[in-house]
C-alpha cells in the first residue's frame, strides 16, 4: 500500500473535487485516507494533491476554487496565509487565526476551519486513552499546527501548557494569545524548565527532515506520553528519543490525521466517517 495521488470512488456523474494543498505534500497519506472514507459513506468525490509554494499560494488556491474544487485541505505552510485568505472563519479557526481546512460554498463563500485541534484530542482520549485534566503539557514548536491545538488542549483543563520553540519569541507570543484559556508559557529549548511533563507533543518539522530539537534531560519520566505530530513508517528522532529516555508510549500523529480528516469530510459532506477500519488499515503498514 503507498499513498495514491488521486483516489475517485464509484458514483453517479463527475465526481466533486477536494484535495490537499501545502509544501512538500508528496509523502501525504490524505488522498488514502479520503478515498477510504468516500468509499464507506458512498460519497462521489476524487482527492488531489497540490503542491503550491507560499509565493503562490493566493493566486493558486483562488484558481483551485473558480476552477470547481469544493474544498481544501490545507498543510504546512499555509496554515496562516489560509487564515488570511478566506472570507469567514469558524470560531475554533478564528480562534487559532490558522486553517487546516476550506470549505467553497455556491454563494462563494470560502469558509476556513482548524480540525487539528479536535482531531488530535480525539486521538489522545479516544484512541491513546489518555486524561488530559491536571496535566502539565510541554508542546515543542510554534508554528500553525500549534495554533490549532492550544485551545482545544487549555479547554481539557490541563494545569500547565509550556511551549519551547526554536524561536523563542515566536513561543512567548502564541503563549500571550492564549493566555485568557489557562497557565500557559513559551520559551526557547534551553530555557524548558524543571521537568517531568505528563505529555509531550513534538509539533516542530524537525522530523520531516531526520532531526530532533535539542531538548534538555529530565523531561521525560515513566508515566510520560510523548507523542510526535510528524508520521511516517520508521520511528521520528523524536519517538527514538522517547524511547531511550524510557517514555511510557511513544506515539506518532497518525491518529491524529485521520481523525482531523474525519472532522473535515463532516464539514464538507455532512457526514462523519467511522475511522477505525481506516486506522485499522493503515497498523499493519506502520
Ligand atoms: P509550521 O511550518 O507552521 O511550523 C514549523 C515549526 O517547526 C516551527 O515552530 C519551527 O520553528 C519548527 N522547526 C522547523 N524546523 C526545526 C528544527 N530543525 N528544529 C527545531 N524546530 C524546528 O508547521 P506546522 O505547524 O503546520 O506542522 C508542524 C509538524 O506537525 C509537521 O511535522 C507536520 O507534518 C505535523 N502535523 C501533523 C498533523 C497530523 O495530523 N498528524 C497535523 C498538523 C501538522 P521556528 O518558528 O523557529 O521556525
Given at each position: 500500500m503507498s499513498p495514491a495521488h488521486e483516489t475517485a470512488p464509484g458514483g453517479e456523474g463527475k465526481p466533486d473535487q477536494y484535495g490537499l494543498v501545502g509544501h512538500?505534500?508528496?509523502?501525504?497519506w490524505s488522498p488514502f485516507i479520503h478515498g477510504m472514507f468516500a468509499q464507506a459513506t458512498a460519497q462521489n468525490l476524487s482527492y488531489r494533491l497540490f503542491d503550491i509554494t507560499p509565493q503562490a499560494f493566493r493566486r493558486d488556491i483562488l484558481h483551485l476554487f473558480t476552477s470547481g474544487v469544493r474544498g481544501l485541505n490545507v498543510t504546512l505552510p499555509h496554515k496562516q496565509a489560509a487564515a488570511d485568505l478566506v472570507n469567514e472563519l469558524t470560531p475554533r479557526a478564528t480562534r487559532a487565526q490558522a486553517v487546516n481546512t476550506i470549505a467553497f460554498f455556491e454563494d462563494t463563500t470560502l469558509l476556513g476551519d482548524n480540525t487539528d485541534g479536535v482531531g488530535l484530542i480525539f486521538d489522545l482520549e479516544?484512541?491513546?486513552?489518555?486524561?488530559?485534566?491536571d496535566t502539565r503539557i510541554l508542546i515543542l514548536g510554534a508554528g500553525g499546527a500549534v495554533r490549532g491545538v492550544l485551545g482545544p488542549l487549555l479547554e481539557r483543563e490541563s494545569r500547565e501548557v509550556v511551549i519551547a520553540n526554536r524561536t523563542a519569541q515566536k513561543a512567548m507570543s502564541l503563549a500571550a494569545e492564549f493566555a485568557d484559556l489557562g497557565q500557559i508559557s513559551g520559551c526557547g529549548f534551553a530555557q524548558i524548565g524543571k521537568g517531568p511533563f505528563d505529555l509531550i507533543i513534538?509539533?516542530?518539522?524537525a522530523s520531516l527532515r531526520g532531526d530532533l530539537p535539542p531538548l534538555p534531560d529530565?523531561?521525560?519520566?515513566?508515566?510520560t506520553v510523548c507523542y510526535d505530530m510528524a508520521y511516517g513508517r520508521a520511528q521520528t528522532p523524536f519517538t527514538a528519543w522517547a524511547t531511550g529516555q524510557h517514555a511510557a508510549l511513544a506515539c506518532k500523529g497518525w491518529g491524529m490525521l485521520v481523525e482531523q480528516a474525519a472532522e473535515a469530510f463532516l464539514l464538507w459532506r455532512g457526514i462523519r466517517p467511522n475511522t477505525r477500519p481506516v486506522l485499522d488499515a493503515l497498523a499493519p503498514h506502520l
Open positions: 512538500p505534500v508528496a509523502h501525504s479516544q484512541n491513546v486513552k489518555l486524561t488530559l485534566a513534538n509539533a516542530t518539522s529530565g523531561l521525560v519520566c515513566e508515566t
